[in-house]
């Protein structure tokens, strides 16, 4: 069984950056894609963007040029940067293990205008 822990979350002005982590342990970390997702209030969860094994990712077209993500392997973590905060950027964001759906407990982030 996976456990996945995310961090880095917080309250950043319109405009701002943040780099969220998401620390798993148990499994096989390097082999597995894995994915951030997002949920706002009264809204479904959505998917931010994925990176598999290799360091290949993918984006919601609404994120592509302001979010980047990357894995380090080693520490059996994935982050992602967040840059040109949007208040509707407003979520709880979560990391997840792709193929097994395993999702952590989401970390909060708060855009204000």
């Known amino acids: 069984q996976v456990q996945l822990v995310e961090s880095g979350g917080g309250l950043v002005q319109a405009g701002g950056s943040l780099r969220l982590s998401c620390a798993a342990s148990?499994?096989?970390?390097?082999?597995?894609?894995m994915g951030w997702y997002r949920q706002a209030p009264g809204k479904q969860r959505e998917l931010v963007a994925t990176i598999n094994s290799i360091g290949g990712s993918n984006y919601a077209d609404s994120m592509k040029g302001r979010f980047t993500v990357s894995r380090d392997n080693a520490k059996k973590r994935v982050y992602l940067q967040m840059n040109s905060l949007k208040p509707e950027d407003t979520a709880v964001y979560y990391c997840?293990?792709?193929?097994?759906?395993?999702w952590g407990q989401g970390t909060q982030v708060t855009v204000s205008s």
């Open positions: 997840r293990v792709e193929s097994l759906d395993y």
């Open positions: 148990g499994g096989i970390f390097s082999l597995y894609t």
